[in-house]
Nanobody, 126 residues
């Protein structure tokens, strides 16, 4: 069974930084596009960032562009999300997601991801 385990969430003040990590197991990681989504209370789960399985392309939601950076380490089956200049509106549960060979045209589409982690809470105080 595929497992995705997120870590690194927590409480941070506005303007601060956090680094989320997702460890994947029981899948051929190098052929999986990896994504981060988030869900705030009362809102739908939204796309945050993704990195193509080839590792060559990264994508960001408009609200996080220029502040968040996604990276992957195929040797350790991990994907990370470096979050900087955090704002209170970034407060949400952040989920790691995986999809095999997911292409660029649907890389931001939540329903195209096959596997999900349990989520990690990020709270940004004002």
């Amino acid at each position: 069974q595929v497992q995705l385990v997120e870590s690194g969430g927590g409480l941070v003040q506005a303007g601060g930084s956090l680094r989320l990590s997702c460890a994947a197991s029981r899948l051929p990681f190098s052929v999986y596009t990896m994504g981060w989504f988030r869900q705030a209370p009362g809102k739908e789960r939204e796309f945050v960032s993704a990195i193509h399985w080839s590792g060559g392309s990264t994508y960001y939601g408009d609200s996080v562009k220029g502040r968040f950076t996604i990276s992957r380490g195929n040797a350790k089956n991990t994907v990370s999300l470096q979050m900087s200049s955090l704002k209170p509106e970034d407060t949400a549960v952040y989920y790691c997601a995986a999809a095999p060979f997911l292409g660029t045209t649907t890389i931001t589409t939540r329903d195209k991801y096959d596997y999900w982690g349990q989520g990690t809470q990020v709270t940004v105080s004002s």
